[in-house]
């Protein structure tokens, strides 16, 4: 039998290459990626998983591109990238994404969402998030379409946080530091705690949505490994590489002015919006709210909370903490020649992680 095609929506992005290497490892699928660049690094990466994958150039703001690119195929997974659009015009080429979607009889979507923090705080300014609320809207919109619309096209909503991976990386609002040899973390998440979420394991989830349509219709599926603290995620790093780590809290005022991120504070956060307009948000607006969430997620009784029980239902070999992560990360660096951890957190090792910082916040849709 041919495999069933998916579009793919952000293929290109950090979570959209293992999503397409868990699709098309197996021969049960074929995914179509939409992409700006198909020689790009990130596109060459994914045309060498086999032939099952196919490179189509275009864009997410286009609807012919859209409708070309969803046509003849059986599923799709959309996951704008919020950092290059902004929050508006992510909402608004999300949900055309969806009506075209139905229009070329797509029979299963999976929306790549983010938590809608702004409502789950009950609307408390301190914690609004563009890159989050924008998604969070969608994802919420989709669903409620999916009661009138889920037997010609079902859907679901893949709802994930800030990448672990990101807390080794560079050109990260969490990049570490090396203070007199301690690997160091300043960010202003006092007793706050992070849902964060390992890529390797976004690559289960999505097939799984996939694979069980009949259970996942209508779901939000919201991931994680944990609530980790920094406290326990420098520890987590000190007792892999034996390298001493530290967590330091700091002002929300502080970090702005003398943190990494400063220099981008008054930057619109996404990169092809315009601060001219009222709905734009700065990169410390954005972030501000970003920091608040989690400061108010400890414990798994804050803010954003996650059910772990249901997801080890789910995947019970998923990743649980960050230690097993740092563990499963060192060995995985040594045998691709990236070297130990406490090597590649070095400044001039870091790497980015997220595609913004490899293509250098270039303003194009």
Same mark, same amino acid.
């Given at each position: 039998m041919a495999p069933r095609k998916i579009f793919i929506i952000g293929g290109t992005g950090a979570q959209g290459i293992p999503v397409i290497r868990g699709l098309v490892k197996d021969g049960e699928y074929a995914v179509r990626v939409l992409t700006r660049n198909s020689t790009s690094a990130r596109a060459r990466q994914l045309a060498s998983l086999g032939s099952n994958v196919e490179l189509v150039e275009g864009t997410f703001a286009s609807e012919t591109d859209l409708h070309a690119g969803f046509k003849d195929c059986w599923g799709a997974f959309v996951n704008i990238d919020g950092f290059n659009s902004g929050e508006k015009t992510e909402m608004y080429w999300a949900i055309r994404s969806y009506e075209i979607a139905l229009e070329e009889g797509i029979k299963f979507l999976v929306y790549g969402n983010l938590d809608f923090v702004y409502k789950k705080s009950g609307y408390d300014p301190k914690f609004r998030t563009g890159h989050y609320d924008g998604k969070g809207r969608v994802g919420e919109w989709i669903l409620q379409q999916n009661r009138l619309n889920r037997g010609r096209m079902g859907a679901a909503v893949f709802t994930t946080g800030p990448y672990?991976?990101?807390?080794?990386?560079?050109? $990260?609002?969490? !990049? *570490?530091?090396?203070?007199?040899? =301690? +690997? $160091?973390?300043? !960010? *202003?998440?006092?007793?706050?705690? =992070? +849902?964060?979420?390992?890529?390797?394991?976004?690559?289960?989830? =999505?097939?799984?949505?996939?694979?069980?349509?009949?259970?996942?219709?209508?779901?939000?599926?919201?991931v994680a490994i944990d609530h980790i603290g920094y406290d326990e995620l420098a520890k987590a790093f000190e007792k892999v590489t034996?390298?001493?780590?530290?967590?330091?809290?700091?002002?929300?005022?502080?970090?702005?002015?003398?943190?990494?991120?400063?220099?981008?504070?008054?930057?619109?956060?996404?990169?092809?919006?315009?601060?001219?307009?009222?709905?734009?948000?700065?990169?410390?607006?954005n972030f501000t709210g970003f920091w608040n969430m989690w400061k108010y997620s400890g414990g798994n009784t804050g803010v954003i909370q996650r059910d772990y029980k249901l997801l080890d239902q789910i995947f019970p070999d998923r990743i649980k903490t960050a230690e097993e992560w740092f563990?499963?990360?060192?060995?995985?660096?040594?045998?691709?020649?990236?070297?130990?951890?406490?090597?590649?957190?070095?400044?001039k090792n870091l790497k980015p992680i997220l595609k913004i910082g490899e293509d250098r916040r270039k303003g194009r849709l």
């Open positions: 672990i991976e990101m807390t080794i990386a560079a050109q $990260t609002i969490m !990049v *570490p530091t090396i203070e007199d040899g =301690v +690997v $160091t973390w300043k !960010v *202003p998440l006092g007793n706050g705690s =992070v +849902v964060h979420v390992a890529l390797d394991d976004c690559e289960y989830y =999505v097939r799984w949505l996939f694979d069980h349509p009949e259970r996942s219709n209508g779901m939000d599926l919201e034996g390298h001493p780590a530290r967590y330091i809290d700091t002002s929300l005022e502080d970090y702005w002015a003398k943190g990494d991120m400063g220099a981008a504070a008054e930057r619109p956060s996404g990169y092809n919006s315009d601060l001219k307009d009222p709905a734009a948000m700065t990169f410390r607006q563990r499963r990360e060192e060995k995985k660096g040594q045998e691709a020649g990236l070297g130990s951890l406490w090597e590649r957190v070095q400044a």
